[in-house]
Nanobody, 115 residues
Framework: QVQLVESGGGLVQPGGSLRLSCAAS????????MNWYRQAPGKERELVAS???????NYADSVKGRFAISRDNAKNTLYLQMNNPRPDDTAVYYCNMRYGLMDYWGQGTQVNVSS
């Protein structure tokens, strides 16, 4: 059974930095595509960044140049480095793992960007 546990959320000032982590259990982390999604109040969940098992990376246009996704397969951990966050980055951030038809989600971590 796969479990995903996010951590690192909280309050950050605009222009600051924050790093989110997602610890995964199970044996398929290294062969899965890992994603960060977010959902702001009243809005649909949106894809923020993704990284394949081979290391290919994609970002939403809104975070390009500010956020960085990375993974440590030895630690079964996914990261999202948030640099220069803006108030409109405020949302619950979710970790997602996909492999074939398997699709797993974490419980989410709240990020508030405010001065």
């Amino acid at each position: 059974q796969v479990q995903l546990v996010e951590s690192g959320g909280g309050l950050v000032q605009p222009g600051g930095s924050l790093r989110l982590s997602c610890a995964a259990s199970g044996y398929i982390f290294s062969i899965s595509t890992m994603n960060w999604y977010r959902q702001a109040p009243g809005k649909e969940r949106e894809l923020v960044a993704s990284i394949t098992s081979g290391g290919s990376i994609n970002y939403a246009d809104s975070v390009k140049g500010r956020f960085a996704i990375s993974r440590d397969n030895a630690k079964n951990t996914l990261y999202l480095q948030m640099n220069n966050p803006r108030p409109d980055d405020t949302a619950v951030y979710y970790c997602n793992m996909r492999y074939g038809l398997m699709d797993y989600w974490g419980q989410g971590t709240q990020v508030n960007v405010s001065s």
